[in-house]
């Protein structure tokens, strides 16, 4: 074994590269690192790829349940009533990164709070993930990293229906029916895509104390994407998708929501349009592209409690919002621009939304407008051994005085056909919006939460370092990829939510976002692909990471400062393997660990029986344990024609029951005090039939 490990690690400077097959997917294109087309193995930073074949093998319905198998990323549940999920990209936390549509930045801080659960996968051709700073390319959220979601594409004439049921704790339905279908012109000039999807899931009850760990769920989704080549060299592109989200958790669910004694929830209609226009002369030395997006989000919710003397209870919200995204981007090639050959992009763009929130339990009316100019100029120089990527990016925002310059460095050092090294540094910045997704109403014991930018609130900024390493290899029929990889930004003026006043009689408990001193999160991301024989495909990645607050850290009771960020365990990670023994047959196994973790559990005061919720004031810090889940799926696929196959799969979902214990239970209880895999043991069927 030491012999063999020993000669793994030489073997690159050794050998010459045979010509293989591209098991471990080192030759995919991606866009997200340079805004253009280029190989991975090229690519001036290291870009993630989570593709329709991986996403099948997991089982996944949304794009939430496809990021848990991407190295650095780690998906959780923060809401035990409604079953909101963030995402979070090395140790920061959804409000950090940027999660695009077709490289588009329409997704708001209001759409964030669902879009894992809201996107299905049906949308997704495939998913680019950027880790480490992207803000040079896409403004300031992109601080952690950025989530780019690519939707469908027709490439050729093919159609296919899919169902996946699920039996969620051995006896609540999932249902989720979608369907795919393209057609493409014999010329290719012209070419359209159609999907859609539906899901019904029913409420899950763990602990039967009447109220909902998974909330009830129902979901469609209709869309399509298209394109039409206008004369020689342009070509006209258009994607259209409508998603209809009705969700709810708490109790009572036979009745409506103001019936209940908890409920959470509402309905999303959001209608997302964009348009790209692409100008590509023969000789492939320019390139300019006109795009526009528009997205329309119109929310009903409720967000509240009905005490059980009172006859129903009036936490309704609407929300209007309308997000704009149009501009230009433009790139030159240079066989060679002063020492090496080069490739230069210039963009500019204009991102207006426009927000309109009502509460009417409480009379409040948000109405925020938010703007952003920028201009962005990247170069970058690159042969076969060497990347040098310089880029700047200027942003006017509206809630910040002056333009905010963001700058980006990577380069990129192949020493050999088989190891490459990169190393990046990039900056951006978080503005004081009022609405932010950290305004998600959550409850504790029916409580719901408000929150207000303290006077002097000053924007974060924050420094981003990358390296890293990446091996990859062939030793007969073996192929490997292997990366390590480093992180550490830094970030001023984080922000913090502090508890400003417990508001009995309006029922509402006051935040307020003040800045800390700071915080600093590090930590090194690994990731294995091998792939011994062809019909065999295993993916490991794992995070060791530490997130703290500098300073005194963050206020968590009163005169209490922690430095550790909650929900941030220093370890986690993920596997994936897929083994086919014969040409129909597949076996496929799913797992995610976490490892402890800090959270913040506010107890209800059941003494104060004067206050109408019962005051919220003790708060405890809880130190979570680990969890595996681990899932199992296998397909057989039974051919029915030339051109038509039927795939039949069955499996389950974290099979060892890795759940919390400890979950609060009544209509007092803590509804963010929620950790661990967000679904307990389920077993599911699927049938896929493609045409």
Known sequence: MKKTIIFLFFFPFMVVAQSHGDTIRLRQVVVTATQHATSRTESPQAVGVIDAEQMNAATAANLGESLRFSTGLRVENTCQNCGANEVRINGLGQAYSQILIDSRPVNSALVGVYLLDQLPVALIDRVEVLRGGGSALYGGNAIAG?????????????????????????????????FNASVVSPDRRAGLAFFGHNRHRDPYDRNGDGFSEVGLLKARMVGFRGYVRTGDFGKLGIEYHNINDFRRGGDRFDQPSPMALISEGGEHDINCVSLKWDWLPASGIRHATLFASLQHVDRQSYYGEREPDEPFGTAYGYTKELTLNYGTLYSRHFDRLWFMPAELTAGLEHTVDNLNDRTFASHDTLQQEVGIVSAYLQNEWKNSRLSLLLGVRADKHTMVADPVVSPRLNVRY???????????YATGFRAPQVYDEDLHVGAVGGELYKIENASGLRMERSHS????ANLCFHLGDLEADLLVEGFYTRINDAFVNELLMDDTVGGFLVYERRNADGAVVKGLNAEL???????????????WQRSLYTGQGKEWAEDQYERRMERTPDLYGYLTAVYIPFARMQFTATGTFTGPMLVYHHEANHDDGDAKHGGHGHVHKETTPSFFDLSFKATYT?????????????GVQNLFDSYQRDLDSGAERDSQYVYGPSLPRTVFAGVKLCL
């Open 414 to 424: 192949a020493a050999s056909d088989h190891l490459t090294f990169r190393a990046g």
């Open 638 to 650: 039974v051919p029915c024609g030339q051109h038509t196959s039927l795939e039949v799969s069955i």
């Open 529 to 543: 692909t091998v792939s011994p024989i062809e019909a065999m495909r295993l993916q490991v990645g794992g995070t």
């Open 146 to 178: 950025v989530v780019n979601v690519i939707t469908r594409e027709p490439r050729s004439n093919s159609a296919s229906v899919n169902n996946i049921t699920r039996l969620v704790g051995g006896n609540v339905l999932d249902i989720s029916n979608s």
């Open 465 to 468: 370092f990358n390296a890293s």
